[in-house]
Structures are given as C-alpha cells and as structure tokens.
C-alpha cells in the first residue's frame, strides 16, 4: 500500500518507512520486496511542465502541420543554443543547427558569416538578442518557423545535443580550452544520416502529441 499511495519513492524512501514502523530490513530485501509484489523499479522521466494553454498551443502547432511531409520539414533549419557546463566553474555557450538542405559552400558560408562573428560579438541580452534578431529575419524576408514554448518533443535538435552531451561524458575535460575541443569534435562526429533520422521523425512526432492531446509524448 506504501508503494501504491506514491510510486515516486525510493528504495531508501521505503526501507526508511518500514523501519520507523519496527521492520527492520535492508535494501536489498525492501528491493526483493518490491519485485514480489509485482512492481519494478524505475527512474521517471523528466518532461517539461506544460499548463492548459501551454499544451493546448503544443496540440495546435502539431494539428497544423500533421500533413507535412519529410521533404518539408528537410527544408527547415532547426537552430538552437545550449549552454553546456561542467563541474568546475566555468562554461561555454554553443551555438548550432540541423539541416538537411545544406550543402558544403553553403555551410562553409553559414561558419564565416554567422558563426564565427556572434561567437566573438554576440549580446546575450535576451530582450535585446530578441528584438535585433526578429528585425533582421524580416529585413531579410526570412519567415520563422514559431515553435511553441516547452515542447522539445517536437524539436530534434534537442536529441541532437542529448548525442553530444553523451559523447562528452566520456571526453571529461579539464579546461575550458578542452571543454570547446570536446564539443567541436563531439558535433563534427555526428553523420548526415543521424541528423536526415532525426528530421524524417517529425511526421512521428505531430502524431504522438496528437494522439496525447497535447500533453508530452516520449520523444
């Protein structure tokens, strides 16, 4: 009945229980415990909050584009910055984008032009950063693509660094110098063919928030 009234406790969290009752057990036995009664441990999985009108704008996003086909969405860039950081005290901020229309002139261009100048002149201010960049894309007649708020699901780009963040645990740099060779090797490893399955999910995925109604779905 412990277990069924919150399945979020731990292990601990139950043996903890049972011994302030007087049932003196250890770990292991809470743990053989727990299997016998048909329950098995699990670590929950972390999605982004999303409140009535927040996932109704995820269910809606998804409605409107649930006919796109791959060689659509293959068109879109789909940028994004992360911030990585490691234990120590120091970080780094990491721009990039996935594309399947990008061919190697217009890549080398997409380094010289855009990459290399926000990394050295960059103004982090979000307000800032938001009103200099939304007037530049319509100087430019670029329309962007308006992803609703707390849906990574329907943005594979998210996976995309969840490989380079996997790739860095291994790397475990020292210096901040380390820290940016690690990333730039761990982006440079990942194939055209990894970033073309992660594009060719998004018919997969407007379907699952469909069919959840808005609410998160697995990816």
């Known amino acids: 009945k ?22 003196e057990t250890s770990r292991a036995t809470v743990y053989r415990r727990v299997q016998e009664m ?10 982004p909050l999303l409140n009535q009108k927040r996932r109704q704008k995820h269910l809606t996003w998804a409605t409107e584009k649930q006919h796109w086909t791959v060689a659509q969405w ?22 990039g984008a996935m594309s399947a229309a990008v061919n190697a002139a217009s890549y080398q261009e997409i380094l010289e ?11 982090l201010a979000p307000a800032h950063s938001a009103k200099t960049t939304g007037k530049w894309f319509t100087d430019h007649g670029i329309t962007v693509l308006n992803w609703p708020a707390n849906s990574p699901d329907l943005n594979p780009i998210e996976n995309l660094w969840d490989i380079v963040k996997r790739k ?9 110098d380390e820290l940016k060779a690690a990333i730039e090797a761990s982006w440079a490893s990942i194939t ?20 959840a ?4 779905t697995k990816y």
């Open 74 to 95: 293959s068109k879109r860039e789909m940028p994004k910055c992360l911030k990585s950081s490691v234990k120590y005290p120091q970080s780094v901020m990491v721009w």
């Open 168 to 176: 860095l645990r291994d790397a475990r740099p020292n210096t901040l």
């Open 192 to 211: 055209p063919q990894q970033c073309h399955r992660l594009i060719a999910s998004m018919p997969r995925r407007i379907e699952a928030v469909i069919s």
């Open 38 to 47: 048909g329950y098995r441990c699990r670590i929950p999985q972390v999605k």
């Open 213 to 216: 109604k808005g609410f998160p």
């Open 113 to 123: 032009h855009f990459m290399l100048p926000s990394a050295e002149k960059l103004d």
């Open 2 to 23: 412990i277990v069924e009234k919150d399945r979020f406790q731990t292990l601990g969290d139950l043996r903890k229980q049972w011994t302030e009752s007087g049932v």
